[in-house]
């Protein structure tokens, strides 16, 4: 089997292959580059591994949540190619994504995964080792102030943006133990191929008209308003 598996939903654009067991990935930290750096990226990559892309039997797509642009131009992307060459599709979380990549520490069993929301929100989600090692998530993600998020008690791994920014009010709200901590870790594309296969596998995978972007919430930017309140709240933060 050969899948294409692409993640755009924040500031890194990975691109990765499944190869009947080979796995190829390229991955960048594009910031708001992404139009320009994934077609390349994604045409690089197959190049490399001697491919066109009417050889792929599926396309794995990272539907977010994360940067509104970001997963829009993720989910085009893999709509167009998956139509110009009749192909199957799956959407996989990004937080989820984020949580299988934690799970191959050792001992590690279960996750909370969180990436920066801005405007002083995180994407959140809680995730446990499910069946064949993938991750499982044990409820619904969400979006809402880190200090909002629900109680976490137990053991846990923590992943994401959303504690390198905010990990003090995450410690206190989920009330977690931590066995780690890794608040740079972004999302790749070759979780998204693990986590993608047993759709494959058993038939699932969809046609590109289903593929659909979690966004979680429907603002895209705080009012001018909010964004002086933010302002003067950062500056009295920094003033100690």
Known sequence: MKLFALDTATEACS???WLDGQVIEHFEVAGRDHTQRLPAMAQALLA?????WSQLDGLVCGVGPGSFAG???GVA????????????????????MLA??????????????????????????????????LALAEADALVCRPEAVAPQPGDSWAVGTGWGRYEAPLRAATGATLKGLDGAALPHAVEALQLAMPAFLQGRAAD??????????????????EQALLRAKNQATAGG
């Open 100 to 133: 299988q990549a934690a799970l191959r520490q050792p001992g590690a069993e279960r996750v909370l995964a969180a990436i920066d929301a801005r405007m002083d929100e995180v994407y959140f989600a809680s995730y446990r080792r499910g069946p064949d090692d």
């Open 15 to 17: 691109v990765a292959l």
């Open 48 to 52: 490399e591994a001697g491919l066109r």
């Open 71 to 73: 997963v829009r131009i």
């Open 208 to 225: 590109a008209a289903t593929l659909a972007p979690i966004y979680l919430r429907n603002r895209v930017a705080l009012t001018l308003v």
């Open 77 to 96: 992307y893999t709509q167009g190619l998956a139509l110009a060459h009749d192909q199957p599709v799956v959407g996989v979380s990004s937080l989820a």
